[in-house]
């Protein structure tokens, strides 16, 4: 799930940037920014900044200016330091994003603090990410990997789903691993009867990203293991042959590209160094070689030059 946590990750660099502007910038000149972060696609369905009393004073589209949100918990432990807020419903929100809607569109929140060049508390920042569009990314990327997946919250209710039927009691062992924020991989039989290789994993961003203490919760049905059992000879015999007529190959260049000019260069320094008038090896295929060739002909000249009589 990298995909997963790389686009929310995304979002709160984006935001870090909001903030310096807003610690030197006019708020007010920054509604555009936040207006284009609010209109690319479904992700994003609100960013707004609200000063120390809680009044929102510029946001995405002008929704809630003016508005108090002193009271809220993004708000709130956004004064304290980064925040993520797992899935809510934001009444407010809902009415003017989505008036006559019978459901309340849910919310998952990112907030910090806007801190000026004086190092003075100045206001929060808040993100609204839409968590319809974060439910379809887990299936989306669930039905690509051909797995099941369950997204559980720290209080282990199930918030994403793409099981036909949830488990009326996750009592079962990967649901207490995920309370625990263990990660854990094994077979486990399910309240369907069925026996699944679970794999339980915390869904961490990196750095300094703050984290809604989610698990996930993947699984593959344990007949899939002895379908890949049953066709594995016909699989790896195919790869062998493969491997070793490339082995055969690799073997006979080697041998006719490397290893038998050195033999070459090898014997004819012996026939010189044996007193024979044999003609010096070259080669120039490789510097090793290039090297050799030049120290067999400085070896031939001293042969001559003893046999003559001359210097050494």
């Known amino acids: 799930m990298k995909a997963f946590t790389r686009e929310l990750s ?26 284009l972060m609010a209109s690319e696609g479904d992700k994003i369905s609100w960013v707004g900044f609200a000063a120390m009393d809680g009044t929102v004073t510029v946001a995405s589209n002008g929704m809630l200016e003016g508005a108090n949100v002193s009271e809220r918990p993004w708000f709130r432990r956004g004064l304290e330091g980064y925040f993520a807020g797992d899935v809510h419903e934001a009444v407010l929100l809902a009415k003017l994003l989505d008036p006559e809607g019978e459901n309340p569109p849910r919310f998952i929140d990112y907030a910090l603090p806007v801190i000026d060049a004086e190092g003075r508390y100045i206001g929060v920042l808040g993100l609204h990410i839409n968590f319809d569009w974060a439910a379809g990314l887990v299936t989306d990327l669930a039905k690509a990997l051909d797995i099941d997946a369950l997204l559980v919250s720290q209080d282990g209710t199930i918030i994403v789903s793409t099981l036909d039927a949830d488990p009326a009691k996750p009592t079962i062992a990967p649901f207490r691993q995920a309370a625990l ?58 790869f062998i042959l493969g491997l070793v007529a490339a082995l055969s190959i690799a073997t006979v260049i080697f041998v006719r590209v490397f290893a038998a000019p050195f033999g070459a260069a090898a014997r004819n320094a012996a026939a010189i160094a044996g007193g024979e008038d044999a003609f010096p090896f070259e080669s120039q295929r490789t510097q090793e070689l290039s090297q050799l060739s030049a120290a067999i002909a400085r070896l031939q000249g001293q042969v001559r030059a003893r046999l003559s009589g001359g210097p050494r």
């Open 10 to 35: 995304d979002e709160w660099l984006r935001m870090e940037a909001l903030s310096a502007r807003l610690s030197s910038e006019n708020p007010e000149a920054l509604r555009p920014v936040m207006d």
């Open 181 to 238: 924020a263990a990660t854990r991989a094994a077979s486990t039989q399910w309240p369907d009867g069925k026996t699944y290789f679970s794999v339980v994993l915390p869904v961490e961003a990196s750095g300094q990203v703050p984290n809604f203490g989610w698990r996930l919760i993947s699984r593959v049905d344990q007949t899939a293991f002895r379908t890949i059992d049953a066709d594995l000879p016909s699989l790896l015999v195919p």
